[in-house]
C-alpha cells in the first residue's frame, strides 16, 4: 500500500492560537478555567484539555462569578460578552481573527442598512456568533434551493457573508444563485472562507485523483472536516472522517493500493501520524509526502496573554 499524506492538513494558525491560548491559561490560572463551547471541534482536543482541567459550558450561567473564562475560535456574539462583563468573568477571546472579520462586516453592513444573508451552517457555533451581531438584518442560507424561496423587503439593498469553514464549491454555487436572483448584492473586498480551509480542500482535491480511498482524521461535528470527506465522496472515492487510528475498519482496504490521509484544521498532527503507522504495522504502507502551498500564517495571542507566553 502507498500512503499519500497530504500538505497543508490539521491545525490553522486560528486553532493554533487558540490552543496555545488555553494552554497559557491553565498554566497561569490553574484549573479550572471555563471555555464557551469547544475550544475547537475536536474529540481529541477537548477530552486532552479536560484532562487539564478545563470546563467547557454551552451557558454562562455554568461558570461562577469572577471565573477565567476563555471565548472558543468560532466566536461569540455580543450579547454572550455583555453577559461575561456582568458577571465580572475575566474573558479572554480567542475568536480566530478571520471570524472576527465576518463580525465586523456584518455589524459595517447592518449599520448601511443592508440586509444581510449569512452563508453557512444552522446551529454552528460560528453561524451563531457572526448573526448575533445583527440579529435583525440577517438572513441565514444554507442552500441553492432556500435562493429561490427568499423574501426580502429591500431588493436594492442586500450583501453575504460565508461561514468561513464552507466548502469553496457549495459556497460559489449558493453565491452563484444570490447573484443570479440579485444582481445588485454586494460582498467584502476579500471572501470569508478562510485561508487554511481553502487549501485543505484544494489538497484533497487534487490528490484524490489518483488514490482508491481518502482518510481524514477529523471529528464529526467539525464542518471544515466533513468538506473534506464530502469531496472525496464527490469523486466517487471511499472517504471516511475518523477521530483516530481507533475508528479505522480494516475491511475498508480490501483491494486498495494508494490512500490519500488528510486532516481538518481543528485535528492534531499526533492523530495524524497514529493513523498513518496503523497503516505501515497492518499494511506495510510506504509514506510519501507530498505538499501543494506552503503556509506561514501566524495570528498574536490575546491581549492578555501576550506578555504571559
Known amino acids: 500500500m502507498k500512503v499519500v499524506l497530504a500538505s497543508p492538513r490539521g491545525f490553522c494558525a486560528g486553532v493554533n492560537m487558540a490552543i496555545e491560548s488555553l494552554e497559557i491559561a491553565l498554566r497561569e490560572f490553574g484549573s479550572p478555567v471555563y471555555v464557551y463551547h469547544e475550544i475547537v471541534h475536536n474529540k481529541y482536543v477537548v477530552e486532552t484539555f479536560r484532562a487539564k482541567g478545563a470546563v467547557f459550558v454551552d451557558a454562562l450561567d455554568e461558570v461562577p462569578n469572577g471565573s477565567y473564562l476563555l471565548f472558543s475560535a468560532h466566536g461569540v456574539s455580543p450579547e454572550i460578552r455583555q453577559v461575561a462583563k456582568e458577571r465580572n468573568l475575566h474573558a479572554i477571546d480567542a475568536t480566530c481573527p478571520l471570524v472576527t472579520k465576518v463580525h465586523i462586516e456584518a455589524v459595517k453592513y447592518a449599520e448601511q442598512g443592508y440586509t444581510i444573508f449569512l452563508i453557512g451552517h444552522a446551529g454552528h457555533d460560528e453561524v451563531i456568533g457572526t448573526m448575533g451581531e445583527a440579529p435583525e438584518a440577517m438572513v441565514l442560507v444554507e442552500s441553492e434551493e432556500e435562493v429561490e424561496r427568499l423574501d426580502v423587503p429591500d431588493d436594492g439593498k442586500l ?17 452563484s444563485k444570490l447573484r443570479e436572483r440579485y444582481p445588485e448584492i454586494v460582498s467584502p473586498p476579500k471572501e470569508d472562507i478562510c485561508y487554511a480551509t481553502q487549501n485543505r480542500q484544494e489538497a484533497v482535491k487534487v490528490l484524490s485523483q489518483d488514490v482508491d480511498l481518502v482518510l481524514v482524521l477529523g471529528s464529526q461535528n467539525s464542518s471544515n472536516s ?3 470527506r464530502e469531496i472525496g465522496v464527490e469523486n466517487e472515492i471511499p472517504a471516511y472522517l475518523i477521530d483516530g487510528a481507533q475508528d479505522i475498519n480494516r475491511g475498508w482496504f480490501e483491494g486498495i493500493e494508494r490512500v490519500l490521509v488528510t486532516a481538518g484544521a481543528s485535528a492534531p498532527e499526533t492523530v495524524v501520524q497514529d493513523c498513518v503507522q496503523y497503516l505501515v504495522d497492518h499494511f506495510a504502507a510506504e509514506v510519501d509526502s507530498v505538499s501543494l502551498r506552503d503556509e506561514r500564517v501566524h495570528f498574536p495571542l490575546p491581549k492578555p496573554l501576550r506578555a504571559l507566553k
Request: no cysteine; glycine share 0%; charged share 20%.
Open 226 to 228: 466533513q468538506r473534506l
Open 159 to 175: 450583501a453575504y457573508l460565508t461561514q468561513t469553514t464552507l466548502s469553496v464549491d457549495d459556497a460559489n454555487r449558493i453565491i
